[in-house]
C-alpha cells in the first residue's frame, strides 16, 4: 500500500512537471517526464493526457490518438477524454468541454489523385509570375501586414477552382460532423493559391473579423490543401491550431495542435479557430522548394454566429 501511494506521488510529480516544461516550450524534457510517468502507471489519465498533448503538439496525430483512446478507456466518465477521443479518432464531435479542448479538425491523407496533383502543379508552373505579396483582413479591409503574414498568394486560382471547389463541398457533408457543425446553405467557396518560401509565416489569427459584418463574416470552414513542386522540399511551416475554452470564448496559446504540411494532405477547421502558420526553412532559393498550398473557406448565409472573444 505504501508503495502505491509512493509510486502515485511520483506520478503526479512527474505529470507536474511535464505539463510545466511543456508549457515553457520544453517538448523533449516533457516527452521524457510524461514516459516515465506512464510507465509507472500505464492507466494514469493525467500522465496520458500528458503524452496526448505532446503528441499533438509534435504533430504526431496518430501518437496523440492513440493516448487519448487509452486515456478514456482509463476514464470513461471524463467529458474532456472522451471529447479529445473522439476528435482524433475522426468520428461525429460531442459538445466541447468546459475546459481549454483541442480546436476541431479533420485531416485526411491522399485527398487528390496522381493526376489532380499534376494539374494543381501545372497551374501554380504556368501562373507563379501572377502572384501577389498576401494581404489580411484587418477592421474588415484587405491590406498588406508584414508584421502579421508573408506569403505570395493569386487569388481566384481558375481552371483548378472549377474542380477544386466541387471537391471540398462533396467532402463537406462527410466533415462537419467531425468539426462540431450542423449541415448549412453553402453561399461560396473561397480559394487562394499561396506560396510560402525561407521566412514566411503567418502570425496568429481568426479567419473571421470579430463582432464585424464584412466580406469574411460569412466564413464557416476553412480548408487547407498542401502539395508539392516535383522534388521541392522545406522545413517548418506547420499549420497550429490553438485550444478554445468553449464554456467562456476564449483562446490559449499554451497548449495547440501541430498539423505538419504533408503532401496531398487536406485539413478543414473551424473558421473562427486561432491558428498560426509556423515559419517556413527553405534556404535553397529554388521555385519549387517552398510550402505550397489551395486555401480557401467555404461560406454560409450571412454572419458567422459564433461568440468569440479574443483575448489570448
Known amino acids: 500500500m505504501v508503495q502505491e501511494l509512493e509510486a ?5 510529480d512527474l505529470v507536474s512537471a511535464g505539463n510545466d516544461v511543456l508549457t515553457r516550450g520544453m517538448t523533449d524534457r516533457a516527452a521524457a517526464l510524461a514516459a516515465r510517468a506512464c510507465a509507472l502507471d500505464p492507466g494514469s489519465g493525467s500522465a496520458l493526457k500528458l503524452a496526448a498533448e505532446i503528441a499533438r503538439v509534435q504533430g504526431d496525430l496518430a ?28 468520428v461525429e464531435l460531442p459538445q466541447a468541454p468546459d475546459v481549454a479542448a483541442p480546436a476541431a479538425f479533420v485531416v485526411e491523407d491522399n485527398f487528390l489523385s496522381p493526376l489532380q496533383q ?71 467557396v473561397e480559394l487562394q493559391l499561396t506560396a510560402s518560401y525561407h521566412g514566411d509565416f503567418y502570425k496568429a489569427h481568426h479567419d473571421v473579423t470579430l463582432g464585424e459584418i464584412d466580406s469574411v463574416a460569412g466564413r ?20 497550429r491550431l490553438y485550444d478554445h ?20 494532405r487536406l485539413v478543414l ?13 527553405a534556404r535553397s532559393g529554388r521555385a519549387e522548394d517552398g510550402r ?21
Open 63 to 90: 501518437g496523440a490518438n492513440e493516448a487519448y483512446c487509452l486515456w478514456h478507456a482509463a476514464a470513461p466518465e471524463d467529458p474532456e477524454a472522451y471529447y479529445a477521443a473522439c476528435l482524433l479518432s475522426g
Open 118 to 188: 499534376g494539374l494543381v502543379a501545372a497551374q501554380v508552373f504556368e501562373h507563379m509570375d501572377e502572384m501577389v505579396e498576401a494581404s489580411v483582413v484587418q477592421s474588415g479591409e484587405s491590406q498588406q501586414d508584414d508584421a502579421s503574414r508573408s506569403a505570395r498568394v493569386l487569388y481566384d486560382p481558375d481552371p483548378v477552382q472549377s474542380w477544386f471547389a466541387p471537391l471540398i463541398l462533396a467532402y463537406l457533408p462527410y466533415a462537419l460532423p467531425r468539426l462540431g457543425l450542423a449541415a448549412f446553405p453553402v453561399q461560396q
Open 292 to 312: 505550397f498550398t489551395l486555401n480557401g473557406w467555404v461560406h454560409g448565409e450571412g454572419q458567422n454566429d459564433w461568440q468569440i472573444d479574443d483575448r489570448l
Open 220 to 239: 464557416r470552414v476553412s480548408f487547407v490543401y498542401y502539395f508539392q513542386l516535383g522534388d521541392g522540399s522545406f522545413a517548418g511551416g506547420a499549420l
Open 8 to 12: 502515485n506521488a511520483e506520478v503526479a
Open 245 to 264: 475554452l468553449a464554456g467562456q470564448g476564449t483562446d490559449t496559446r499554451e497548449r495547440y495542435t501541430s498539423v505538419l504540411p504533408l503532401a496531398n
Open 269 to 281: 477547421f473551424r473558421s473562427e479557430a486561432l491558428h498560426e502558420v509556423m515559419p517556413v526553412e
